[in-house]
């Protein structure tokens, strides 16, 4: 753990410090897109064969690295670990995402979670991330990352993937205390799980709130960043973990970034349907910004992609505290010669920012 980081512009970016250049890397780097990773996964037998073998977890999250100049490696692992660790059966059926064998549908069904041991049943994450760290030897900084409160509720109360998680949200309506309860948990939860995380050897946290945008205004803020607040809070608090910045990604809530902002998290990420330049108005400098490029730029010609890369970080402007990404995550139909162009386009369009040219 004591390697010297070799590369630190993506953790300068989220101190809002000055860097050479644009920090890039992308959600899902690791995945489908990569025939290393198809061939990988095959050997695991499984999605939950790969993630929860912590040897195998390193492998997936170090081959982008080999590919791509990225600037920061991210754990590879599940936004589902811990409704799966604390015995909700988790499984990925072929071609229909994740379910649950047992979700939640009653009091007494909330009333039996617990925060997972972090030493017993997620203890294969913190092996992986002990073991990412070491085979990285300072070359990038590594993120942790859980899924939000919010996110974790959507799939437990529903069991399975949705387009609007309605049976969370009658939850949310009809049984309030019962939800506030249930997140209320979950936040201790994803709290100690980052923690644990950080111990391990991360050296930035990630938050996905997935669904957040499902949510109206009011919703949002009673249900979803009410408990991101909670656990960025219990972050600080927490000597393992209060020294590394928290990002917060939200997808589709931009109307929020001024709220989020004042959560107490060092940057927050955002999705393509935002301007940076209106972010960057939002969120008044005290924060930094990650994203916004749409995936399905990356679908387009190599052309399309650098001119949409430029004007991303042509709407960010020449100021500090800005971390590429996509404003979601890559999908399995990308060329992987596609993001080495994008990510080679950010560098040097972000140095010729940096030169005022």
């Not at 948990?185 to 991360?202: E, P």
């Not at 990404?325 to 399995?332: A, F, K």
């Not at 060329?335 to 040219?357: F, N, Q």
Request: glycine content about 8%; overall charge neutral.
């Amino acid at each position: 753990m004591t390697a010297v980081l070799k590369n630190d512009r993506f953790l300068r970016a989220l101190r809002r410090e000055p860097t050479d250049t644009t920090p890039i890397w992308v959600m899902r780097q690791a995945g489908r897109y990569l025939p290393e990773y198809r061939a990988t996964r095959e050997r695991a037998g499984s999605f939950m064969g790969l993630a929860q073998n912590p040897e195998y977890a390193c492998e997936v999250t170090l081959q982008p690295l080999e590919r791509f100049e990225l600037d920061a490696a991210i754990l590879f692992s599940d936004i589902l670990t811990i409704p799966d660790a604390m015995g909700l059966g988790l499984s990925f059926a072929h071609g229909e995402g994740p379910q649950f064998a047992r979700p939640l549908r009653s009091a007494a069904d909330v009333a039996r979670l617990g925060v997972p041991d972090m030493d017993g049943e997620l203890r294969y994450v913190m092996d992986a991330v002990r073991l990412i760290r070491k085979e990285l030897d300072g070359r990038v900084p590594l993120i942790g990352f859980s899924g939000s409160p919010w996110t974790l509720a959507c799939y437990m109360v529903e069991g399975r993937g949705s387009r609007d998680f309605a049976t969370l949200k009658a939850m949310c309506w009809n049984e309030p205390a019962l939800a506030h309860r249930l997140l209320a948990t979950l936040a201790s939860a994803v709290a100690a799980y980052l923690s644990a995380q950080a111990a391990a050897g991360a050296q930035a946290l990630m938050v996905f709130d997935t669904w957040g945008g499902l949510l109206g205004p009011g919703p949002f803020r009673e249900f979803s960043l009410r408990y991101m607040r909670e656990v960025v809070a219990a972050l600080k608090a927490d000597a393992r973990a209060r020294e590394l910045p928290v990002i917060l990604f939200s997808k589709g809530a931009g109307q929020h970034l001024a709220e989020m902002a004042d959560s107490g998290c060092s940057a927050l990420g955002v999705d393509w349907t935002i301007d940076l330049a209106d972010a960057r108005r939002a969120v008044a400098g005290k924060v930094a910004l990650q994203g916004n490029l749409d995936p399905a730029v990356l679908r387009s010609n190599p052309e399309v992609i650098r001119r949409e890369a430029r004007v991303v970080l042509d709407n960010y402007g020449n100021h500090p505290g800005h971390v590429f990404n996509l404003g979601h995550g890559i999908t399995p139909e990308v060329e992987p010669d596609h993001v080495k162009v994008l990510v080679d386009e950010v560098h040097a369009y972000g140095r010729h920012l940096r030169a005022g040219r």
